[in-house]
């Protein structure tokens, strides 16, 4: 057995097969970008550090389990993200087994713990402190105040203290500086790292097919943190970010450090760089300063670029320029058809028009478009929902559109619509941590969720959301299906 100071363990969601012929659904396997950044900060103030992702382990071995991981590894310190609320029960489940078999300190960290700290605290005795908001210098404080136990000292810590709960007076927040300290490319502290960068699907899925069918190898990049908009569904957006770690504004990490990482993904060969960030879009001289660095170092990589709203010609045409084009594609969500229900819920706007010519100048520098879209929005009605099906048929058959998804909203912990449900004509089903915590414990034991989306709207029941998914995706299967034809056929 090896000892360390810290283990930090990725947990993945279980759902289970109720047909005991197949085996169970292992999801929502990527890790929290700065997972691998906290353990390489501590690495080098000289803490002996592991990084562990339980679905691999299962991919690797069916027949893992936890406790294998207490045979192998003994840790002072156990540091579970808890970022996405899906992972609400395989967190506690790890925190369990860990307290019940180890003397290891646990501690959650990540969106959804911040947000339920107090709640997890209260419920789980499981879990010794949770860290609220940006986690590096905390736990680096955490793991050196280990023995005198003057948490107070830690900046953004909730912990036991008894039979009390307590909470560090201290606040870090990250600025640009703190993310150009941290090296966010250290694969080798993750177990298995390269069953991971194998084996991880586009949608977020372990892929049992990897080694036959896939290529492409993809790495998500941090570029900076925080948002400047609240968009009605979303809990990362610019108060929940406020909420849960203090942000008031995003920050951007240093481009040079980019490139940084960028040239070990290219080392590592990793062949698509996954980008998602970009909360000033009236000003995105950071991109061009940084796709300029990139072709000047000559860094040659794929990109999906998630752009939080329409660009202009020239960061299309940059973007071309400076990305291989294999794998690269631009990925932009109008969410709905209707320009009033897109009006009422994203905080950046375009019309219709605008996205219209947008598509244009994509078609003309021949970059590849992923659009998706969404039912269940505030104030949506199925009305509302014929204009997003409309919408779909015309961009794939118009425009350079490589994919095309649609799927209901989910209902994300600290998100406007989850803070003033009323306000956001919604209802909620799901409120508190033990509610998120419930209805995975039963997907997991392959009992049926009591409910699917945790809300229904003003307008249209949880059934209703799921339904007007499905037929936007069978109506586009279709126009593919016509475009296609015609295209063979002629007809
Ligand atoms: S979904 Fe909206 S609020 Fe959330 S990060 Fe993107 S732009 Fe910001």
Request: net charge positive.
């Amino acid at each position: 057995m090896k000892t360390y100071d810290c283990v930090f363990i990725h947990p993945t969601t279980h759902i289970k097969n109720t047909d005991s012929t197949k085996s169970d659904s292992i999801t929502y396997v990527i890790m929290p970008l700065g997972t691998l950044a906290i353990a390489n900060l501590l690495e080098r103030e000289g803490y002996k550090v592991k990084v562990v992702h339980t679905g691999i382990e299962e991919m690797l071995d069916r027949d893992f389990s936890i406790k294998d991981l207490l045979k192998k590894y003994e840790a002072s310190v156990v540091g579970i993200d808890l970022h996405w609320y899906v992972h609400s029960y395989d967190a506690i489940r790890l925190a369990e087994t860990f307290k019940r078999n180890s003397n290891a300190f646990v501690v959650l960290g990540g969106f959804t713990a911040s947000y339920f700290a107090e709640e997890i605290l209260q419920r789980f005795e499981s879990v010794d402190a949770v860290i609220q908001g940006d986690a590096e210098i905390p736990l680096l404080e955490l793991l050196q105040r280990r023995s005198d136990g003057e948490f107070d000292e830690v900046p953004n810590l909730v912990y036991r203290d008894g039979n009390s709960l307590k909470k560090s007076r201290k606040r870090f927040i990250a600025e640009t500086p703190d993310l150009d300290r941290l090296n966010f490319s250290n694969f080798t502290l993750l177990s298995n790292f390269d069953e991971y960068r194998r084996c991880i699907s586009q949608f977020g899925d372990l892929d049992p097919y990897a080694a036959k069918s896939k290529l492409k190898t993809q790495g998500w990049i941090c570029l900076g943190r925080g948002c400047s908009v609240n968009c009605s569904y979303c809990g990362g957006g610019r108060k929940a970010f406020e909420i849960l770690s203090g942000r008031r504004y995003p920050i951007f990490r240093s481009k040079e450090k980019v490139v940084e990482t960028l040239a070990k993904f290219e080392e590592m060969k990793i062949s698509c760089a996954y980008m998602d960030f970009d909360p000033l879009p009236q000003k995105r001289d950071y991109q061009h300063d940084l796709f300029e660095l990139i072709r000047r170092e000559k860094i040659d990589i794929s990109a999906q670029f998630l752009l939080w709203s329409l660009s202009d010609k020239r960061f299309l045409r940059d973007f071309r320029r400076t990305f291989n084009p294999l794998y690269s594609t631009i990925t932009i969500s109008p969410e709905s058809g209707s320009e009033h229900i897109r009006k009422l819920n994203k905080g950046f706007y375009y019309s219709n028009g605008e996205l219209f010519r947008w598509l244009d100048d994509a078609r003309k520098e021949i970059i590849p478009v992923q659009l998706y879209f969404t039912s269940g929005l505030s104030g949506e009605t199925e009305r509302h929902f014929e204009k997003t099906i409309k919408l779909g048929k015309k961009l794939v058959v118009e425009y350079p559109v490589v994919s095309i998804s649609c799927n209901p909203i989910e209902l994300e912990p600290a998100s406007p619509r989850f803070l003033h449900p009323k306000r956001y004509g919604i209802s909620l089903k799901v409120r508190s941590f033990i509610d998120f915590y419930n209805i995975f414990k039963r997907l997991a034991s392959g009992l049926p969720a009591t409910t699917q989306l945790g809300y229904r709207t003003d307008f249209l029941s949880e059934p209703q959301i799921v339904e007007l998914s499905r037929r936007f995706r069978e109506a586009i299967s279709l126009k593919h299906y016509e475009k296609w034809q015609k295209f063979y056929f002629g007809s």
